[in-house]
């Protein structure tokens, strides 16, 4: 099954509206339009129309970096996934490791996120990773089992049409400190054994598993170059769009 890579760009909490906009104008002038690998940008709330606009008709796809689980209502300072879908979204970021270790998320949230995009067609790219202690303890397997497991809980078959996981080890991330290629492939083979026991194999093969930590132009092709590591979820060197082609264009 031959997947098509994907390449994202997590901004984080990064680039103002004209920030970004000068970033698009420098990555659509490298980019053909024709990249073997999709690319995608998620971008803060408050950039999302503009990005959104700006790349409405090109190659790119956009993305959030996180959603709430209700459509409308009482919910200050949270935003719908109808909201998202309404600016041209494509994916939403859900469980990255900052959301869980600052702000509280939990399986549980991840789970009625994952629920809420998948209703209004909103692929998910799921963030899974262990901390450097659980690696230290040999627990890498068991942590990112129970994110997933717990994760995907009751939302097999539906809707769970499109997913991509994103492996990224909480010790890789802004730290210089990028995972081996083994480490990767080992982490991403078991992510995809265990999507297929807990879907199906189909949707297994079909879906794209990101790793994130520390990317650079300089380790994406070794990176690619493993059977189970389908693209990269790219956070510092996604803001300079010289390094983000750079990345695109492993
Ligand atoms: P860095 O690429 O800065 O390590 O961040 C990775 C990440 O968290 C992407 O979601």
């Known amino acids: 099954m031959t997947r098509r890579p994907l390449i994202a760009a997590n901004w984080k909490m990064h680039q103002t509206v004209p920030e970004a906009l000068t970033f698009l104008d420098h990555l659509l002038a490298d980019l053909s339009g ?3 690998a999709e690319v995608v940008i998620a971008p803060p709330f408050t950039a999302l129309e503009a990005v959104g606009r700006r790349l409405d008709g090109t190659s ?8 709430y689980w209700e459509d409308q209502g009482a919910f200050t300072g949270e935003v719908s996934p109808l909201m998202l879908k309404q600016l041209g979204c494509r994916y939403v970021i859900i469980g990255h490791s900052e959301r869980r270790q600052l702000f ?3 399986d549980e949230t991840v789970r009625r996120r994952l629920r809420a995009a998948g209703r209004h067609e909103l692929t998910p790219i799921l963030c899974v990773g262990e ?18 497991s717990r994760a995907l809980e009751g939302l097999y078959p ?8 994103a ?22 083979a078991h ?15 079909r879906t794209r598993i990101l790793y994130g930590g520390s990317v650079k132009p300089e380790n994406i092709l070794a990176l690619m170059a493993m059977p189970d590591v389908d693209g990269a979820l790219v956070g510092g060197a996604s803001l300079s769009a010289d390094s983000f082609t750079g990345i695109i264009h492993f």
């Open 60 to 67: 790119v796809q956009v993305a959030a970096q996180n959603v």
């Open 104 to 106: 509280g998320e939990t």
């Open 191 to 205: 992510l995809r054994l265990l999507l297929a026991r807990i879907t199906d194999k189909g949707l297994a093969n």
């Open 167 to 188: 492996y990224e080890p909480v010790w890789a991330i802004g730290t210089g400190l990028t995972a081996t290629v083994d480490q990767a492939q080992e982490a991403q």
């Open 34 to 36: 024709d990249e073997e």
């Open 131 to 148: 901390t450097k202690e659980d690696r230290e303890a040999g627990r890498t397997d068991d942590v990112i089992t129970g994110q997933i």
């Open 158 to 165: 539906d809707p769970l049409r499109e997913l991509v996981v």
